[in-house]
């Protein structure tokens, strides 16, 4: 009898933590216990849950799946998840697949994804997993155990669970992220500029002009993909890596707010304390002690 895939998942997740696997684009995330919000920077990917159960937030907008459900997005997204069900026992279990966007666009040339639309489609999405693209999901981890598999079989699996995507209800997000020219790449542009540019003032018309888009036009479909505001975003990336710095180097905690583009100490103290629920200095002294456990 075939093994189930949580029993393949968890050959290779022996332990609490990400796994790289032998295919390049496949993780294993495993989590033995419900934890806290962690704040990231979500990488374009599709992330299949085979046990347990996620919540994740972008701004005010929250998406929960579980099992035999999953979350794609298609650009770079400040989000904050929380494993919501796992034990020891019974432990988390996600398969993340980065999305290729030469695969999706080789496949939506084909005529697999539905017709180019002029609409922005959100950027992130919770789907629910049929029978076939589970054990589509099953067979790539079926091909960790061979390395003749990973190489010749793995790429063809990929490709088919791309194509049930595409032809799945939420065709359109997925076609958007391989194709040059959509809503969703233009959006991506600004967003790449972004992450490089955080710490600068923001010019809404400046990432508009690298988007293609007028100035109004391009808040709206920023929104509409991320479900944020330019402004929005641009906060999240500081506040991300401020944390970063803050929980890597406490001793400069006072000059982190001004490395990551606040002018303002009380503003930066505000705003994190919003985002992560401690003002940054408490949080230092939070982390300090748990390390010296």
């Given at each position: 009898m075939p093994s189930s895939i949580v029993e393949l998942a968890l050959r290779y997740a022996t332990a609490s933590g990400s796994a790289r696997t032998p295919i390049p684009t496949l993780q294993?995330?495993?989590?033995?216990?419900?934890?806290?919000?962690?704040?990231?920077?979500?990488?374009?990917?599709?992330?299949?849950?085979?046990?347990?159960?996620?919540?994740?937030?972008?701004?005010?907008?929250?998406?929960?799946?579980?099992?035999?459900?999953?979350?794609?997005?298609?650009?770079?997204?400040?989000?904050?998840?929380?494993?919501?069900?796992?034990?020891?026992?019974?432990?988390?279990?996600?398969?993340?697949?980065?999305?290729?966007?030469?695969?999706?666009?080789?496949l939506a040339s084909a005529g697999c994804a539905p017709d180019a639309s002029n609409r922005s489609v959100r950027a992130i999405f919770v789907g629910e997993s049929d029978v076939r693209m589970t054990e589509a999901f099953r067979r790539l981890l079926e091909c960790l155990e061979h390395p003749l598999d990973v190489e010749l079989l793995a790429p063809s699996v990929v490709r088919e669970i791309i194509y049930h995507l595409l032809r799945g209800p939420y065709g359109n997000s997925v076609r958007d992220l391989g194709v040059q020219g959509s809503q969703t790449q233009r959006i991506a542009k600004a967003i790449e500029h972004l992450r490089h540019s955080f710490t600068q003032a923001l010019r809404v018309e400046a990432l508009a002009r690298i988007a293609g888009?007028?100035?109004?036009?391009?808040?709206?479909?920023?929104?509409?993909?991320?479900?944020?505001?330019?402004?929005?975003?641009q906060k999240r990336l500081r506040l991300h890596e401020a944390r970063r710095l803050l929980l890597s180097d406490p001793a400069g905690a006072a000059d982190v707010g001004f490395k990551v583009g606040y002018e303002s100490p009380s503003q930066f103290s505000r705003e994190y304390s919003r985002l992560f629920g401690l003002p940054p200095i408490q949080e230092v002294t939070r982390a300090l002690a748990q390390v010296a456990r």
């Open positions: 294993i995330l495993r989590v033995d216990r419900a934890q806290e919000r962690v704040h990231s920077v979500h990488r374009p990917s599709l992330c299949f849950i085979a046990q347990g159960a996620k919540e994740v937030s972008i701004g005010s907008t929250v998406f929960r799946y579980r099992s035999m459900q999953f979350c794609f997005s298609s650009v770079d997204l400040p989000v904050a998840g929380a494993v919501t069900e796992a034990t020891p026992a019974k432990p988390y279990l996600c398969l993340a697949l980065e999305i290729e966007p030469s695969v999706v666009l080789e888009m007028s100035g109004s036009s391009f808040h709206q479909h920023f929104k509409q993909v991320t479900t944020l505001t330019p402004l929005q975003y």
